[in-house]
């Protein structure tokens, strides 16, 4: 029997210290089909089409905001993108229970076999905070690619990472935590559509929210070239 975890369910307001409301971007239509074209307005596609002529940024740090009081950042997270790979047909990467944690599109039964339109995109990631962060909430990360069956830019929203604050919470499916100082190995995945197999460029939005200003900015690291030589 599939599993019918809908991505809504990411979509709660979670109190972080000073960050107010921690949800996905407003920039991502969070009622839509995961993936899904992205939106017109979205301020991040033009940034995601100007690495298509970038080089790959694995093994890149970069600073992702975490923290803000008004316009000013507070505390950032170092966030590195280690490796990028890709399962088709069946998920063996995880087990039983780490299946269970995952959530989005209904496109995977409970031994890890795949619908035939979807794919399975891991990221190993490290992220580092010089002070504790009780309720990090990956779910504001994005995968933006373009595909071959679109003119327009696509996006896909985070279906799984592998420590949630509370894992028999589906509430908090999104929600990690960091330790001051502690470099945090991760893996987060995202269920995409298979179309994503033949796109030449794909990105990483690198969020934990959306501040509605300006003046700060998540980050975007390009993660890939494509796909078919990892899968």
Same mark, same amino acid.
Do not use: W
């Given at each position: 029997?599939?599993?019918?975890?809908?991505?809504?369910?990411?979509?709660?307001?979670?109190?972080?210290?000073?960050?107010?409301?921690?949800?996905?971007?407003?920039?991502?239509?969070?009622?839509?089909?995961?993936?899904?074209?992205?939106?017109?307005?979205?301020?991040?596609?033009?940034?995601?089409?100007?690495?298509?002529?970038?080089?790959?940024?694995?093994?890149?740090?970069? +600073?992702?905001?975490? $923290?803000? %009081?008004? @316009?000013? #950042?507070?505390?950032?997270?170092?966030? !590195?993108? &280690? *490796?990028?790979?890709?399962?088709?047909?069946?998920?063996?990467?995880?087990?039983?229970?780490?299946?269970?944690?995952?959530?989005?599109?209904?496109?995977? +039964?409970?031994?890890? $076999?795949? %619908?035939? @339109?979807? #794919?399975?995109?891991?990221?190993?990631? !490290?992220? &580092? *905070?010089?002070?504790?962060?009780?309720?990090?909430?990956?779910?504001?990360?994005?995968?933006?690619?373009?595909?071959?069956?679109?003119?327009?830019?696509?996006?896909?929203?985070?279906?799984?990472?592998? @420590?949630? #604050?509370?894992?028999?919470?589906?509430?908090?499916?999104?929600?990690?935590?960091?330790?001051?100082?502690?470099?945090?190995?991760?893996?987060?995945?995202?269920?995409?559509?298979?179309?994503?197999?033949?796109?030449?460029?794909?990105?990483?939005?690198?969020?934990?929210?959306?501040?509605?200003?300006?003046?700060?900015?998540?980050?975007?690291?390009?993660?890939?070239?494509?796909?078919?030589?990892?899968?």
């Amino acid at each position: 029997m599939k599993k019918h975890i809908f991505s809504a369910i990411l979509v709660l307001c979670m109190t972080v210290s000073g960050t107010g409301c921690n949800s996905v971007s407003d920039t991502v239509d969070t009622t839509s089909q995961n993936p899904a074209v992205a939106p017109k307005d979205d301020s991040n596609v033009e940034q995601a089409e100007s690495q298509a002529d970038q080089q790959v940024e694995l093994n890149v740090t970069k +600073q992702v905001p975490e $923290t803000v %009081d008004g @316009d000013t #950042v507070t505390n950032y997270v170092d966030f !590195t993108v &280690k *490796s990028v790979s890709v399962e088709q047909e069946k998920i063996v990467s995880l087990d039983q229970s780490e299946l269970s944690r995952i959530f989005g599109p209904d496109a995977v +039964q409970e031994d890890g $076999t795949l %619908d035939n @339109d979807y #794919v399975f995109v891991s990221l190993e990631i !490290t992220m &580092k *905070s010089d002070a504790d962060v009780d309720a990090l909430n990956l779910a504001s990360c994005v995968l933006y690619y373009s595909s071959a069956t679109e003119d327009d830019m696509m996006l896909s929203e985070l279906s799984y990472q592998s @420590d949630p #604050v509370d894992p028999d919470d589906l509430h908090s499916s999104g929600v990690t935590s960091l330790n001051a100082g502690e470099e945090k190995d991760m893996t987060i995945g995202f269920l995409v559509s298979n179309d994503i197999m033949s796109a030449d460029s794909i990105s990483l939005y690198a969020a934990f929210a959306d501040y509605g200003s300006d003046a700060i900015v998540n980050p975007m690291f390009k993660i890939s070239d494509g796909l078919e030589a990892t899968s």
